[in-house]
């Protein structure tokens, strides 16, 4: 436990933080909607559902206002170029930006879930309160806005209307059901099953976020929550007038309340953010709309398509990835390819496996099923977005680090060995690194398919633990970076393997974990 709480001490405080912020938030804000004069009133009506409903709406925007800053590729990577961010620990953070994402996401469904409940029982107590059983008070405060210079604080006018139709025919009731709507298609394709077997589905509905901000920011207008304006506060003394409501418009301190919606709010939280994101596309368009030139197609028997490409102005180190675009595949998908090449090579390389609809489609298009070659000018357009960097590019930043791989998730480290190899040829070049150990999970006996070099292979599982304690032994007071991309269940053993084998002693052998993730 206590090699787990140094390995991820950062994280664990980065998880209290933005739980400590909503749980504030939240409780905040439910005291003052508790607390608040100007709502006594709708307390009256509608009791704590009132403070529920705006408590969740308050920690509904502050997760919105986050949601799209893990996803700004470009921010990510220039945030892990700035000095602020070059040490490991906090590096190591921005490479669990989907994580985060992820956590914000369960977040934002809490409280929408929250949020909505609150409203449907509010919409509920709003029309009981134009029943004769509600009370006097409740009574009199849901007649309010039928005379002249009067409004309103109960929505629902009358105790015959239909609830339902009326919600669905204000601003608040409509953009509700809109972003309700929207929510579910997003969390639910958001689902590892969907993403493994239909990844399309996932890519589409989780565009529908446009639809989710656009909604959000036009639903606080409905104004559905209403309290006693700060001059009726100043003429009104609810706290007296609450009891003696039958001196309403009689007595001096006692005039007619007046009550206003809320302003909306929630552009406030997001507008920063989604400028921010406005400003990531269009970067993202500007590089679309940059030429790549493919200057080498080879296929293999395995399902393993290799593109090599030129780009002006392309620049990328060791590790990175990048995204690919085929008009003639699918003009809005974009997908997260790792680079194979070596930054000293004058080109840059994408292993591509087929493994869904669209990779079979690029696999089609590029000809690879095909007995005679494609022509290179006869080849479908692709664009580029990248490179971003990953969480391999920080092996150089060791002096000892361990690149463990499995199966297609060997292509990360295939640009690191390259360069590497490079590296070492070229006298002029100092390495921080002092020992890499790659440990390939593959089938290959003669020469690595992708990387090209030969290298020592052990065929099947190697056992961790004598790994781990040789690594130890040979390295007992050195910070070791293990690096790793595969398949999830092996991904959890070498974390709780770098856990246990880590030491307590700060003078001690530290593993540190990083897994390729996009």
Not at 168 to 184: E, F, S, Y
Not at 242 to 250: Q, R, T
Not at 448 to 465: A, E, F, H, S
């Amino acid at each position: 436990m206590g090699c787990w709480i140094l390995n991820e001490k950062l994280s664990v405080l980065l998880l209290l933080v933005w739980l400590g912020l909503n749980f504030y938030l939240f409780i905040d804000t439910f005291h003052w909607y508790e607390d608040e004069d100007a709502y006594i009133y709708t307390r009256i009506m509608l009791g704590s559902t009132l403070a529920w409903a705006r408590a969740s709406a308050t920690c509904l925007n502050f997760n919105c206002m986050l949601i799209l800053l893990p996803v700004s590729r470009n921010l990510i990577s220039f945030l892990r170029g700035t000095s602020i961010c070059c040490r490991g620990a906090l590096r190591r953070q921005l490479d669990k930006n989907i994580t985060f994402h992820k956590m914000v996401a369960y977040g934002i469904a809490v409280n929408a879930a929250i949020h909505i409940v609150a409203h449907l029982i509010n919409i509920e107590r709003y029309h009981t309160s134009q029943s004769k059983e509600a009370g006097d008070l409740r009574n009199k405060l849901s007649g309010l806005g039928k005379g002249p210079n009067e409004s309103y604080l109960n929505p629902i006018r009358t105790y015959e209307t239909n609830t339902t139709r009326e919600v669905l025919t204000t601003i608040a009731g409509i953009t509700g059901v809109v972003i309700t709507v929207a929510l579910i298609l997003i969390i639910t394709s958001s689902t590892e099953l969907i993403r493994r077997s239909c990844y399309e589905v996932f890519w589409y509905t989780h565009h529908l976020f446009v639809v989710f901000f656009i909604g959000l920011i036009i639903h606080g207008m409905g104004q559905l929550v209403r309290g006693q304006t700060p001059q009726s506060l100043v003429l009104h003394n609810v706290t007296y007038c609450k009891d003696h409501y039958l001196e309403w418009e009689n007595a001096t301190q006692c005039p007619l309340p007046q009550f206003s919606g809320n302003k909306p709010v929630a552009w406030k939280w997001v507008l920063s953010p989604m400028v921010l994101y406005i400003c990531e596309r269009i970067v993202r368009f500007w590089r679309f709309r940059q030429e790549v030139i493919i200057t080498k197609v080879v296929t293999y028997s395995s399902g393993v398509l290799e593109l090599h490409m030129k780009k002006c102005g392309f620049k990328m180190g060791p590790g990175q990835y990048i995204f690919l675009q085929c008009p003639s595949v699918s003009w809005l998908e974009w997908h997260p390819f790792t680079l194979t090449s070596a930054p000293e090579e004058d080109f840059f390389s994408v292993h591509i496996r087929v493994v869904g609809d669209w990779t079979t489609s690029l696999f089609k298009a590029f000809g690879a099923q095909e007995k005679a070659f494609k022509e290179l000018w006869m080849l479908p357009r692709l664009a580029v977005d990248g490179p971003y960097g990953s969480a391999t590019t920080d092996v150089f930043h060791y002096r000892v680090s361990v690149c463990i791989a499995a199966g297609i998730g060997v292509t990360p480290f295939a640009s690191i060995l390259k360069s590497i190899w490079y590296k070492c040829c070229n006298p002029n070049t100092e390495l921080v690194l002092q020992k890499a150990t790659h440990i390939a999970l593959h089938y290959d006996d003669k020469m690595d398919v992708i990387t090209g070099l030969r290298q020592k292979t052990y065929y099947g599982r190697p056992n961790w633990d004598n790994e781990f304690k040789q690594l130890v032994e040979n390295h007992p007071s050195n910070s070791i970076g293990v690096f790793f991309c595969g398949p999830k269940n092996l991904s959890k053993i070498l974390q709780k393997t770098c856990n246990l084998y880590s030491s307590v002693d700060p003078r001690g052998v530290h593993f540190h974990y990083n897994k390729e993730s996009f």
